[in-house]
């Protein structure tokens, strides 16, 4: 009898035990009740920069046990600013914004502002900087200026074709430094310009039309690499791709296999992953209340014929 009572003890202990293991541990719902929720809204994910910067946010988001809900407006503020304002109703802590107009998106930053979430602005600048905690850029204008000073050193004169992006300060900041910087030399001239929204699908019929209207055209500085490649697309459909000079910005792996066959003249690379892995470190400074900049700007490497190999054209900078 002593031994049934015995075993009875130590199997009540066992269950005793089990419980209070069971109890200490949450299967409930514990990934998902306790991990934070983080909101990205790009300008469009039509562009394999800004999906680099996505995956290098969500590893270091993943990595912390989080999630991150990114989204694609399209190139539609109005859409974005709708993205942003679900993506509070959704209950996210913090908010990764490239915006689609650098200054038509201050309403929503006003909402996020209201609703106490922090924002850090990636890529390009907004023009209310008290709205965000923190801005993480390329340095745009040295970019442009990088663009200029390549022309400069390679060219002795010429007439210029300009693809821009307005609604992007970053893109207003890359034309105006390769602007400024050869505005000192009487030889260059710029004969058109036109809005492509950074798109190459937009960039290549704009080409088609300058190049038209102003067949003297022997240069094409473009805002990115996307619009420098929908350039390279219309000058070769009309056999003038070996008398043009294209720049542009970005560092995508295609456009460096165009600079290595000298189909394209040079590009400002930035590193999309940089971007990406700082901009969400600051995030989780931010979560522990500890201070960040307010705008840190990383530094582009220009990327010509002169300096780039066959091992160079796989990934990014």
Not at 90 to 111: H, K, Q, S, Y
Not at 135 to 149: F, H, L, P
Not at 289 to 311: C, D, Q, R, Y
Request: glycine share 6%; hydrophobic share 45%; proline share 4%.
């Amino acid at each position: 009898m002593r031994k049934i009572f015995l075993a009875m003890a130590i199997l009540l202990s066992l269950m005793a035990a089990g419980f209070y293991h069971f109890a200490k541990t949450d299967y409930s719902a514990r990934q998902n009740e306790h991990r934070r929720k983080l909101g990205a809204v790009y300008m469009t994910l039509n562009n394999p920069f800004y999906e680099v910067i996505d995956e290098e946010i969500r590893t270091v988001v993943e990595n912390h046990g989080d999630i991150l809900i990114s989204r694609d407006p399209a190139l539609s503020v109005e859409k974005q600013v709708e993205e942003i304002r679900n993506l509070i109703d959704c209950g996210v802590e913090l908010i990764f914004i490239n915006p689609v107009d650098w200054t038509r998106i201050e309403p929503a930053l006003e909402l996020a502002r209201i609703a106490k979430i922090p924002v850090i602005a990636i890529d390009t600048t907004v023009e209310d900087d008290t709205l965000v905690n923190c801005t993480v850029v390329s340095d745009n204008y040295s970019a442009g200026v990088q663009c200029a000073e390549h022309l400069l050193k390679n060219s002795s004169g010429g007439k210029i074709a300009l693809l821009k992006h307005s609604q992007a300060r970053s893109s207003i900041d890359r034309i105006s430094g390769f602007l400024d910087k050869i505005s000192a030399n009487k030889n260059f001239e710029v004969v058109a310009q036109t809005e492509c929204l950074g798109q190459l699908e937009v960039a290549m019929p704009a080409m088609d039309e300058m190049i038209k209207a102003h067949p003297e055209i022997n240069i094409v500085m473009a805002l990115n690499d996307p619009a420098a490649l929908g350039a390279i697309a219309a000058l070769q459909n009309v056999n003038r791709l070996g008398d043009v000079l294209i720049y542009g910005v970005d560092g995508v792996p295609e456009t460096k296999e165009m600079i290595l066959s000298r189909r394209m003249t040079a590009t400002a690379g930035q590193s999309p992953r940089k971007i990406g892995r700082i901009a969400a470190d600051r995030a989780y400074k931010i979560f522990d209340g500890k201070p960040v900049e307010k705008i840190i700007k990383l530094p582009t490497k220009l990327i010509s014929s002169e300096n780039i190999s066959a091992t160079d054209i796989d990934g990014w900078e």
